[in-house]
């Protein structure tokens, strides 16, 4: 029972255009959600998360939008860097401050210069 | 400051045994949680520990354990490990319980052969 989907698993973008990664979810007592980028070799980086009290979070490049009627969830990049190139999470919870994440597959994002 | 820190980072085990891991939390982060990565189930949640206590726990089975000491420092445990249990184990840490952008270690490559 995958809670927490991400679609597509690749994603490749131009330098400099914006980068779309979309999260769908199915448990509607989720109320918290956070993005994470992974390198190789390394764990999970928090990049921004949002409350389900809120329809948008901005944080620089970093856009993250939440539609709960849909329970869907983008982050959009602005412009994408190669540096942005990773692995991106969407994860979930039910409780902000609850460590108990449920994490989408991940969506891998290459930036082509 | 230094960020979480996973030991070992590489470990071969043979089916049947048992294995240890060790997670030191950033100084004075005091939850602890415990992930699973998988390329087939992704990222999952093991279990989490705050104050020295499992506050939350996640599906898997008796076989998998852990604990957390005075200090934060925390341990899981796989007992009769079998080949499925090969993945990446990541610990994350969090300074209370009122975050969860959780601070991921590099985590610890698990091969039961």
């Known amino acids: 029972d995958q809670q927490v989907k991400q679609n597509s698993p690749s994603l490749s973008v131009q330098e400099g255009r914006i980068s779309i990664l979309n999260c769908d979810y199915t448990?509607?007592?989720?109320?918290?959600f956070l993005w994470y980028k992974k390198y190789p070799a390394e764990g999970p980086t928090f990049l921004i998360s949002?409350?389900?009290?809120?329809d948008k979070n901005e944080d620089g490049r970093f856009t993250v939008f939440l539609n709960k009627s849909a329970k869907h969830l983008s982050l959009h990049i602005v412009p994408s860097q190669p540096g942005d190139s990773a692995v991106y999470f969407c994860?979930?919870?039910?409780?902000?401050?609850?460590?108990?994440?449920?994490f989408g597959q991940g969506t891998r994002l290459t930036i082509n210069p | 400051k230094a960020g979480v820190t996973q030991t070992p980072r590489y470990l071969i085990k043979t089916r049947g045994q048992q294995v240890t891991l060790s997670c030191s939390p950033i100084?004075?982060?005091?939850?602890v949680s415990w992930y699973q990565q998988t390329p087939g189930q992704g990222l999952q949640f093991l279990f989490e520990?705050?104050?020295?206590?499992?506050?939350n726990k996640g599906n898997f089975p008796g076989r998998f354990s852990g604990r957390q000491f005075s200090n934060s420092r925390s341990e899981m445990n796989v007992s009769t490990l079998e080949l499925g249990d090969s993945a990446l184990y990541l610990c994350?840490?969090?300074?209370?319980?009122?975050?969860?952008?959780?601070?991921f270690g590099q985590g610890t490559r698990l091969t039961v052969v």
């Open positions: 994350a840490s969090s300074p209370d319980s009122m975050n969860t952008e959780a601070f």
């Open positions: 994860a979930a919870s039910k409780v902000q401050g609850a460590q108990k994440l449920v």
């Open positions: 448990n509607s007592m989720f109320d918290y």
């Open positions: 100084s004075g982060h005091r939850s």
């Open positions: 520990y705050f104050s020295e206590t499992q506050r």
């Open positions: 949002i409350s389900s009290i809120k």
